[in-house]
């Protein structure tokens, strides 16, 4: 159950029954606001659309939206309407998918009325959106202090370049870790680098984790529900070796926590042991302050064909193992958000390294695909909701390697993890 912004004095409020709405009403705590507002549900495709720009609205800066309480204008208060909820949830959730754009990702969830009669009430929690302003029509959408209002082009571009300096704040953390990669200088394999950070956190807001006794088996239980997630594993056609549960050894870090794989010891330093796959690391690294990194550095291994000799032997890309650990990290940040009670946004970032001239590889086929990566380093980052990271995994993921993915030529070959269910 996600909490509901009433007012100052109600921050957290958290409507479970119908008596907790008769309470809210009775009390005269309803107040349609710049977080709030209630209706009843759409009955017209006129109805929709301005479903959609009520959730449009919300989306700058989040809000909730109550189906079924409605106000009565005579006497200026608030009553409980309630709706038939046979499908009404997929209905409103359709509305968000379909008439926005670009499209949302909200939360809903039922109150059903005391007399068992089918209807109720839908809460729709509608997170702030990390590419906000949606339109609706081609106009643009902002919520006032009571209702909803069209947007201007001044408050249109202030706000796309507010979400270009988070992102940048991101794009630094990210090339701070490629910059104190430990592997830096090793072999000649390609990385892969992901950081997430919370974008509304407390500072010790992953204390109750990184500052438990137990935070090595906490952290490896969430490892291993994220990689044993159904969605997640149906959404990925095969694994990828080495994985996120490669990282077994424990250590403390300035601020934090991690969990590595073998080659790596206390103060981050490579140290090899003189076995094949020494070069291929795992470290996550898990802060106070909810931050996220990732090194993965088997991007790319050397590959030969069947009559060349290991001196002929090139790089190629394993485009999959990035697919395989983006969709794997963003299970395990909504198990942390979840773990830790952190219901806000999250800032994401991937990047690579040692990628020009290298082509990916064709699992089928013991040729590589004929499409080169024309750059040496790969950067894409995105903002994702709580819903998103719920609900929308596939589309966070597009978004973070789309580019990539296209450039080699494969973004095709994984459009099942790169799309959701509806």
Known sequence: ?????????????????????????????????????????????????????????????????????????????????????????????????????????????????????????????????????????????????????????????????????????????????????????????????????????????????????????????????????????AALSGGFSPDLSSAHQAHRRARGVALSSSGLRAGRVYTPEGRSFDESVVELQLFEDGGLRLLMTRLSDSTSRPYESPDEAEQVIFDSAAVVFTRHMLELIRLISEDVGYHGNWAVTVGANRLHGRRRWSQPSIFASNHRYSADTYEESTGATLAELRDAQGTVTRRLLGPLLRSLDSEEAFAKALTDEE
């Not at 009955?43 to 449009?56: H, Q």
């Not at 989306?59 to 009404?88: M, W």
């Open 1 to 233: 159950m996600t909490s509901i912004y009433l007012s100052s004095d109600n921050p957290r409020w958290m409507p479970k029954t119908e008596a907790d709405l008769q309470t809210a009403v009775d009390g005269g705590l309803f107040e349609e606001s710049h977080h709030l507002d209630l209706k009843k549900a759409p009955n017209s495709k006129g109805d929709n659309k301005e479903l959609a720009r009520d959730l449009s609205s919300f989306a700058v800066h989040g809000g909730t939206l109550i189906i079924g309480v409605q106000e009565n204008k005579d006497s200026r208060t608030f009553e409980l309407a309630p709706q038939p909820l046979n499908g009404l949830p997929e209905k409103i959730e359709q509305v968000a998918r379909t008439i926005p754009d670009p499209p949302l990702t909200i939360l809903t969830e039922e109150i059903s009325a005391a007399a068992g009669d089918g209807t109720g009430y839908v809460v729709v929690h509608i997170p702030a959106s990390p590419v906000a302003p949606h339109m609706v029509d081609n106009r643009y959408f902002g919520r006032g202090d009571k209702t909803k209002y069209q947007m201007g082009d001044a408050e249109v571009v202030a706000l796309h370049a507010r979400r270009r300096d988070t992102e940048a704040d991101t794009l630094a953390l990210l090339r701070k870790e490629m910059d104190e990669d430990p592997l830096r200088d090793v072999g000649a394999q390609s990385h892969l680098f992901l950081v997430a950070q919370p974008t509304a956190g407390r500072r010790d807001m992953c204390l109750p984790i990184t500052g438990a006794r137990d935070w090595n088996q906490r952290l490896r239980t969430l490892i291993q529900r994220a990689l044993e997630a159904p969605r997640t594993r």
